[in-house]
């Protein structure tokens, strides 16, 4: 079989690099060998159009029966002695010219002698031709060059590496260690740090994942809520131990501490810095939190500020879309808005998330319905800054940077 492609000829190094990467992947090919010795590279040019089935066609039939049988090219590429005759061709001006490479497993001598017998052919299908061997090539020599740049580059990459600090090593069995103290508590089986039956202080974070990355830090008094309803486990616990509250500094953090403090007895609260979550804090910055915690009337003072300025800064944009939200009551609508408040589309509610997934330039949604967690998921991955609805549903993650609004239809 003859393999004829279009591409120009390649570097030496990048016919040595594609025969090894094929042997890495494990690609046998009845004519691309192994064992190739030479690469026999040559130039055609043709008086007039060709194209590469008449080069190929010319090679094989200008060469039968000139050397014997022992060098016919037929013969010697069923037996794989030579591999795929590539060839490119440039046909301009009326006139062709191009490449011809040729793999050979023989000897020195029989492939010069193959590459001398390709200048014999003078003709390629009606035209008159010329083909002129510019080289052949050592492979061997190819491949200690090439053997040796890769040598170079994996010993660089090992050097590169260094060798874990004892100090490192000790850390990582500590961590690996306190993973494994978690342990699950209470009725509720939450997740929770060795130390919560015991110790008189806890703290309540939201997730196993936030209760992990206390331990990795040394804290084993840590229990996780697991959700948005507050478990009966966490209530009794708020009744015998001194409470912390630990939660994200995100929208949903705020949203699970306002629920402890309605049924739970919490003694003081903090949070993660603004955008992050506990679970993805270091150590220094876990204990500054810890440190910077407040008693949780002060808390309850302070959220009840930030509302009040929230409830102000929503009326005055709830206003802005007045002429929108007019439209809205009853009709199961959504406008799709861009930043200049100009319409991009009108939609049914029921095909709102779909139309969001496929449209770009959103920059604000007012529809007739219920906001929820889906809804902001969506708007989050498509850069949307403004959710307006009838109401807000249970939104436990906000993104940061995008405001979600609420009137009452």
Do not use: W
């Not at 030496?12 to 090894?20: D, F, N, P």
């Not at 066609?57 to 060098?71: D, H």
């Not at 740090?193 to 804290?219: M, T």
């Amino acid at each position: 079989m003859i393999i004829m492609v279009g591409d120009l000829m390649k570097t030496k190094k990048s016919l040595v690099e594609e025969m090894i990467t094929q042997k890495k992947a494990g690609i046998t090919l009845k004519n691309e060998i192994g064992t190739t010795k030479y690469i026999i590279h040559a130039e055609m040019s043709a008086n007039g159009m060709v194209e590469r089935p008449d080069v190929v066609g010319a090679i094989f039939g200008q060469t039968e029966g000139l050397l014997g049988e022992e060098l016919d090219l037929r013969e010697l590429q069923k037996t794989g002695r030579i591999g795929r005759i590539k060839v490119t061709v440039n046909p301009q001006k009326g006139k062709t010219t191009g490449t011809i490479t040729i793999p050979s497993s023989l000897d020195m001598v029989e492939t010069a002698i193959l590459g001398a017998s390709l200048e014999t052919i003078d003709r390629i299908g009606p035209c008159e031709a010329k083909i002129n061997v510019l080289k052949i090539e050592d492979v061997r020599s190819t491949k200690r060059s090439y053997v040796v740049d890769r040598a170079k580059e994996i010993l660089k990459s090992i050097m590169d590496e260094q060798l874990p600090e004892t100090a490192e090593i000790t850390e990582e069995v500590k961590k690996a260690v306190r993973v494994q103290q978690i342990t699950k508590y209470g009725k509720d089986n939450l997740p929770a740090g060795p130390n919560v039956k015991d110790s008189d202080a806890i703290i309540v974070v939201e997730g196993r994942a936030d209760v992990l990355n206390l331990l990795r830090n040394g804290i084993k008094n840590a229990i996780a809520v697991e959700g948005t309803s507050v478990p009966d486990t966490i209530i009794e616990l708020s009744k015998q131990k001194t409470v912390t509250v630990f939660v994200d500094g995100d929208r949903g953090g705020e949203l699970i501490l306002r629920e402890l403090i309605d049924v739970a007895d919490i003694d003081y609260m903090t949070r993660a810095p603004p955008g992050k979550e506990v679970e993805e804090l270091s150590k220094k910055e876990i204990i500054t939190a810890l440190r910077n915690k407040v008693p949780v009337e002060q808390a309850i003072t302070e959220m009840g500020e930030t509302s009040k300025k929230e409830e102000k800064h929503e009326d005055t944009e709830i206003y802005e879309y007045g002429e929108y939200i007019e439209k809205l009551p009853g009709t199961l609508d959504a406008y799709l808005l861009d930043e200049n408040k100009r319409e991009i589309a009108k939609v049914s509610v029921r095909d709102l998330i779909d139309t969001v997934k496929n449209s770009e330039n959103i920059h604000t949604i007012i529809f007739d319905g219920v906001i929820t967690q889906r809804l902001v998921d969506v708007a989050c991955n498509k850069n949307i800054k403004r959710i307006i609805g009838v109401k807000v549903g249970n939104i436990n993650k906000k993104p940061l940077g995008m405001e979600i609004l609420s009137f009452k239809g």
